[in-house]
Structure formats: structure tokens, C-alpha cells
């Protein structure tokens, strides 16, 4: 059996790109492709050495997620176009460096390469045609939309110089699909995906006692409950969140923030809390939750409504500049409810509680089944025979050139 070799480029900033990449990798291990997959961490292959870190004491991904636990994303958008100017101007090494890493030598070459990450899609591209002429490329869009410009879709064709080398677009809406048109990309490289990818678990029947499991985590069977969740790092807003809806029985999941956890836990004069940190059951408790309260991200609001549960989020000066659009979405899709701050939450509720049955029934509309639709994107590229490969002396050549 010929073994095809699937790298899966990812990098920690948010943790949405590295639980896509974890997704795809369960179910096609689950579906037994004849694929060998690899997780590839885009930071570690363009900063092998750690010299950030070693500079700054931590990680470039940890400043982010720090700033997301703490809700300070004012000012994204301008700091969004600094980081963007930098790789314009980096772009010829960044080519190099991921150059070098497709053509290590001892190690297999990728028979297809796939781009979870936002900004960076134009120097992958251009390392894939360089480095392996043929070799598909294919980005996945891990966000509704392309917002701002430039944040995953890139003007097509990447580059005139080949034209065996394309870059395909994995998109989760058809606004997204709008958007790789209007950038020139062809409409045969561009796949229309049923929503966000999710983990396999969001696809099967979930078994559960929502009373019995309610009442385990001391909450109210027979109460409306609200899920609240800031994405895996949380934020400082969710404390805030939950005094405010003082009277309402929430689940509130943490995430990597336990001194959230603790201040929330810590709250008096509250209805009922269910309050946890990180948990591999978003899943379950999303099942034993009414409705969801969080930040407009791609993969809470998609899990949410997977799950059946309408949404409340917001849309403001603190709201990231990427997830704008999945406002936007909310709102024409009639599946929750866009709020402009935390004052209208209380009320929010009230309306959304006083009608649930009709927004549960536009919530259940939802059928997304992206991460097998993926998978199926990926084996039709593989089967399309790959040209030859430069000769083993040129690969070498172009590995040992400084980067």
C-alpha cells in the first residue's frame, strides 16, 4: 500500500488552528486513510531555535492568549496591520526557512500540505511550488470569513511562475467563498464546507440525564441555564458576565484560567454556578446548557449551535477584528442575539429565555459535518498524480541555502 504523508501546519495563537488539526487528525486516523499525518507547529519551523522565547521569555503565541485571558483586545486591528507589514517584509526569509523544512534531508516529503493559519498562506504557498513542484497545497479556513483582508485569502493565482502549483480554499460559508472569487482564485480550487470544523465528538448522539447531570453539578434541574465560555483561555470579561446575570444559572467553563475560575467561584449572592476550568467535555456540558453566552469566535459559536443552543454575543470596539463578521452571521442567520455591551445582557436573556423554543428550533437547523468533508477534499487532491520532484542534487542545494 503506498502510504501518502499529510502535514498539518497549525501554530498555539487562540488553540481553534491546533484543535482543527486535531480534529482532521482523529477522524482520519478514525477512517483508517492510508495517510501518514503530521502536526506541524508553523513557529517551531520559523523559529527553530527559540530565540523569541529565549528573548522574551515566552513564546509569541503566549502574548496572545495572554491578552485574550485578560480581555485586553482593544486595539487589535491597528496591531493586526503592524503584524501583517512585518511578514511583507520578512517574506523572502520566511520562504527560505520553510523551504529548508519541506526538504530536510532524512525526512519524507509531503505528498500533500495543509495550512490551518491565518497571514502567513502566501509564504506557504510559494515554499510548497519552490520546494515541491506539484504537491498540493490547501489552506482551511478555520474562520467564517476573510476579515481583515489578506487574513487567510491571499490574491490568486499566489504565483504566475507555475502553473502546476495552486493554492485551494476550504471554505466554512459562503460569504468566504464570495471573498476567493473576488480575490481571482478559480471557482473549481474553491470547496464549500457545511460550517467550521469541530471535533469528531460534536458529530455523535450524546447520551446524557440533563437533570441527574444538572443536579451533580448543583445546579437546578428545572432552571433555564446559560453556557458561558470565552474560547480556551477565557477572559477576564466572564467574571464580570457573571455578576451581572447574578440571577441566572450559568455553567461557566474556564478554560486554561484558573484564577478566573476561582474569582467566579468565589462570587456571592449568585443563582447557581457550575464553574470549570479546562475540560476535554465542552461537548457534554454544552448538552446540559439552554443557550450560550461568549465571544463571537469561530469555534464556540459553531460548537454551540452543533449542540443546539442559541447564541448571545457581542459586537464591539473589543471584539477581534476576524471574528466582526461572525456577528454579522448571528444576526442574518436569526440563531441568537448581537449585543453592543454587557449592560444588555440582562435583557438579552430575558427575551432569549422568554422564546427558547423558537430559537432552539432555528439552532437545530445546523448541520455541520466540515471535518469529514475536509477529509474527503484531502483524499481527491491525493489521488491527482504528483509531477516529478528536482533531482535530489537541486534539493539539496536549495536546503543548505541560508535562510
Known sequence: MNIKTVDLVYFNAGGGHRAAALALDRVIRDQQRPWQVRLVNLMDVLDPEGLFKKVTGAPPEDFYNKRLARGWTLGMTQELKLLQGMIRLTHATLVKRLQQHWLRVGEVEPDLVVSLVPNFNRALCESVQSALPGVPFVTVMTDIADLPPHFWIE????????????????????????????????????????????????????????????????????????????????????????????????????????????????????????????????????????????????????????????????????????????????????????????????????????????????????????????????????????QPHASGEQMSALALLPG
Open 155 to 386: 490574491p490568486g493565482p499566489l504565483s504566475d511562475q507555475s502553473p502546476r502549483q495552486t493554492q485551494h480554499l476550504v471554505c466554512g460559508s459562503t460569504r468566504a467563498v464570495e471573498q476567493a472569487l473576488a480575490a481571482g482564485h478559480d471557482r473549481g480550487h474553491i470547496t464549500l464546507t457545511s460550517g467550521m470544523i469541530l471535533r469528531p465528538e460534536f458529530h455523535q448522539p450524546l447520551s446524557i440525564d440533563r437533570a441527574a447531570e444538572r443536579q451533580a453539578l448543583g445546579l437546578d434541574p428545572d432552571l433555564p441555564t446559560g453556557v458561558l465560555m470565552f474560547g480556551g483561555v477565557g477572559s477576564a470579561q466572564m467574571a464580570r458576565i457573571s455578576q451581572e446575570l447574578a440571577d441566572v444559572q450559568l455553567i461557566v467553563l474556564c478554560g486554561r484560567n484558573e484564577a478566573l475560575a476561582a474569582n467566579i467561584r468565589a462570587q456571592t449572592g449568585v443563582a447557581p454556578r457550575a464553574v470549570l476550568g479546562f475540560t476535554n467535555e465542552v461537548c457534554r456540558y454544552l448538552g446540559l446548557g439552554d443557550f450560550f453566552i461568549g465571544k463571537p469566535g469561530p469555534g464556540s459559536l459553531s460548537e454551540a449551535l452543533q449542540m443546539g443552543l442559541p447564541v448571545i454575543t457581542f459586537d464591539n470596539a473589543w471584539t477581534m477584528p476576524q471574528e466582526r463578521y461572525n456577528a454579522q452571521w448571528i444576526r442574518e442567520s436569526g440563531q441568537g442575539l448581537v449585543l453592543k455591551s454587557r449592560r444588555g445582557l440582562p435583557a438579552a436573556v430575558k427575551s432569549l429565555t422568554a422564546h427558547l423554543h423558537d430559537f432552539r428550533a432555528q439552532a437545530a437547523t445546523v448541520r455541520n459535518r466540515a471535518v469529514f468533508e475536509v477529509v474527503d477534499v484531502f483524499d481527491n487532491l491525493l489521488k491527482v498524480p504528483v
